[in-house]
């Protein structure tokens, strides 16, 4: 069910991952952002779009993980797009990209997995007829992962970042996943005055105090791994209840890395 966040911006959370997928109304058309992964999620966010008489005009994934390069015929044939980086490393990892879809999620449409265009290098704002959406590039979680800021709308579409169920899921190919995941974090808080409602890829929406808690809570993650501790985060504790299958095995590989990379510096 499609929900209104802020003028002109809404919402529909998918049952797989707690998936968001955001709508924003422009005037020839919505952006769709991260549609969401099931065929039934995607044809029944496809069937409420059609209630509202509303056409997409363009699509955008935020990052190259499969979870958030799906498409359905439904939405039609409108440009989809990403950042530069994230539609090359989309394009290089979609085999790899394929075989986690259909090994993961029952019943994801694959035929226009991935078909992403890149905006230009240091694209600025989306080019498109609506309100202006900032596209914040950063390093963090994935190349070219973009956040959006619809300005006017005080909304923040975080992609996978402040997550209220994830914790940071560093991209541990990066060279320096701790530093970009950090200034990442930096980014956000110097954009959080303009920001009423965080919207995540996964978990729930927050306002501008949750965006802040989200910030510090994810920096407090960030800062035990940087000592090479394990943090103490309720979002992998004993009573987490998200991603039980697959977010312990995650967090215990980053703090592998991160216990590496410490005794590394020790012994440097
Ligand atoms: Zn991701």
């Known amino acids: ?8 911006v809404l919402v529909r959370q998918s049952r797989f991952c707690e998936s968001n997928a955001v709508v924003v109304m422009g005037d020839s058309g919505v952006l769709l952002v991260d549609p969401g992964v099931g065929d039934s999620d995607l044809t029944d966010l496809a069937d409420e779009l059609d209630r509202l008489n509303l056409r997409v ?3 955008f ?23 530069h980086r994230c539609a090359l490393t989309a394009e290089a990892r979609l085999t790899d990209a394929r075989t ?5 999620a029952e019943q994801v449409p694959l035929d226009s997995l991935g078909l992403i265009e890149g905006l230009p290098e240091g694209t600025a704002r989306l080019p498109w007829d609506g309100p202006s959406v900032r596209i914040l590039e950063h390093r963090a979680h994935a190349p070219g992962h973009a956040a959006l800021l619809v300005e006017h709308r005080g909304v923040l579409i975080a992609g996978d970042m402040l997550s209220d169920v994830e914790v940071p899921l560093l991209d541990l190919h990066a060279e320096a996943p701790i530093e970009d995941y950090l200034e990442a974090l930096r980014m956000f808080d110097a954009v959080a005055d303009g920001v009423d409602v965080v919207v995540p890829g996964h978990g729930s929406i927050g306002n501008n105090e949750e965006l802040r808690r989200r910030i510090d809570q994810d920096r407090a993650y960030v800062a035990a791994l940087i000592d090479g501790r394990d943090p103490d985060d309720a979002r992998v504790g004993p009573s987490a209840t998200y991603g039980r ?3 312990p095995a995650e967090h215990r590989s980053q703090l592998e890395y991160a216990r590496e990379r410490a005794d590394r510096i020790r012994s440097s």
């Open 100 to 104: 986690k879809a259909e090994r993961i």
């Open 57 to 59: 005009a363009m699509g």
């Open 245 to 247: 299958d697959w977010l």
């Open 1 to 8: 069910m499609l929900r209104e966040v802020a003028e002109g």
């Open 61 to 83: 994934s935020t990052h190259p993980h499969w979870d958030h390069l799906i498409w359905h015929a439904r939405f039609g044939s409108a440009p989809r797009y990403g950042t």
